[in-house]
C-alpha cells in the first residue's frame, strides 16, 4: 500500500484534525485499514478525511478517539470542524450568535434550526436539490453543534408563524416528535416560543425570517434570511428597521401560554394523521 498523503490545502481546522488524525494513528502504528476496521469506516473515507477532502462526522470523530485511546483530544476539536462546515457567508453569524446574550427570531416558514429536531432538520436538508448524503449529514451534524449554545445562558425569543406547525415537513411522526420538542423547549427557562396565528392581520414578517443578537454594551447584529444563505448586518439603520418589524410581529403573536396550547392542539392533529 503507497504511504498515505499529508492534508491538502491552506492551514484550517480541517487540515489540523486530518493532521493529528494521521499522527495518532501512526503513532500507535496501524495503518488505515487497521483504524477503519476498529472504527467500521472504510479505508477511503479515511483518507479522504487525513488529507482534508472530507469533514468527519461527530460519530467518526469520537469512534477514533477511543480507538486510538486519544482521551477525547479528537473529539475535543469537532466544534472547529462544525464551524468549517457552513456556507462561508453564514459562519460570521455564527461567531455572532456564539457571543450573543439574547436572541430574538422571526421564522414565517420554517421551525428555527436552534429548536429543530434531527429528522425534521434532515428532512429540510434533504429537501435541497442535488445535496449529497453526505453533506446533508455533515450540516446536520453542526447544525446540531449549534443548538448545544442553548445549553447555557443565551435566551432565545421565538417568534413562528402558525403556518409551521401546520406545514408537513418529513411526515406526520417528524412532526410530532418536532412540536413534542418545541413544547419541551418552550418550558426552559432560557427560551420562549410564542405562535403568531393564521388570523393575524399583520403582514411585517412576510418578507423573511430574520433573527437579532444582542450583547450588553454592544450594537445589535441582525441576520436576515434569503433563498440562498442570507446576510448579516450590524449597521444602525438596517437593525432598527428589523427591531421595529420585531416589535410590530409581537404585538400580534400570542402570549407564551396561548402558544403552547396550540402547539399541543396542532400536535393531537397529527397524532390522528
Known amino acids: 500500500m503507497p ?12 487540515t489540523f ?11 500507535i502504528g496501524w495503518s488505515q485499514g487497521q483504524l477503519g476496521r476498529q472504527i467500521t469506516y472504510s479505508i477511503g473515507l479515511i483518507s479522504m478525511i487525513e488529507t482534508a477532502q472530507r469533514t468527519p462526522s461527530l460519530d ?18 469537532w466544534p472547529l470542524l462544525a464551524y468549517g462546515v457552513f456556507p462561508p457567508r453564514f459562519r460570521p453569524w455564527i461567531d455572532v450568535e456564539r457571543n450573543a446574550e439574547t436572541l430574538r427570531s422571526w421564522d414565517p416558514l420554517l421551525i428555527p434550526g436552534l ?24 450540516l446536520l451534524t453542526a447544525r446540531l453543534e449549534r443548538q448545544k449554545l442553548l445549553a447555557g445562558e443565551t435566551l432565545l425569543w421565538s417568534m413562528i408563524d402558525e403556518g409551521v406547525l ?17 413544547q419541551t423547549a418552550s418550558e426552559r427557562r ?3 416560543v410564542q405562535i403568531v396565528p393564521a388570523r393575524a392581520a399583520v403582514t411585517a414578517g412576510l418578507e423573511g425570517a430574520f433573527v437579532i443578537a444582542g450583547v450588553e454594551g454592544s450594537l445589535d447584529s441582525v441576520f436576515v434570511e434569503s433563498a440562498t444563505v442570507g446576510h448579516v448586518t450590524d449597521h444602525p439603520r438596517d437593525v432598527a428597521m428589523i427591531c421595529r418589524r420585531y416589535e410590530t410581529i409581537r404585538s400580534a403573536a400570542l402570549p407564551v401560554r396561548a ?9 393531537t392533529q397529527w397524532q390522528q394523521t
Open 17 to 27: 484534525f486530518a493532521t493529528e488524525l494521521r499522527r495518532r494513528r501512526e503513532q
Open 166 to 182: 401546520h406545514r408537513d415537513v418529513g411526515g406526520p411522526g417528524i412532526m410530532r416528535d418536532q412540536l413534542a420538542a418545541l
Open 60 to 77: 467518526f470523530v469520537q469512534r477514533c478517539d477511543q480507538a486510538l485511546n486519544a482521551e477525547g483530544a479528537l473529539t475535543r476539536i
Open 115 to 138: 429548536l429543530q429536531t434531527p429528522g425534521y432538520a434532515r428532512a429540510v436538508l434533504e429537501a435541497d436539490p442535488g445535496v449529497t448524503d453526505e453533506r446533508v449529514e455533515e
Open 190 to 192: 432560557q427560551v420562549s
Open 3 to 14: 504511504p498515505s498523503r499529508k492534508p491538502e490545502g491552506a492551514p484550517s481546522p480541517l
Open 259 to 267: 402558544s403552547a396550547d396550540l402547539i399541543a392542539k396542532v400536535m
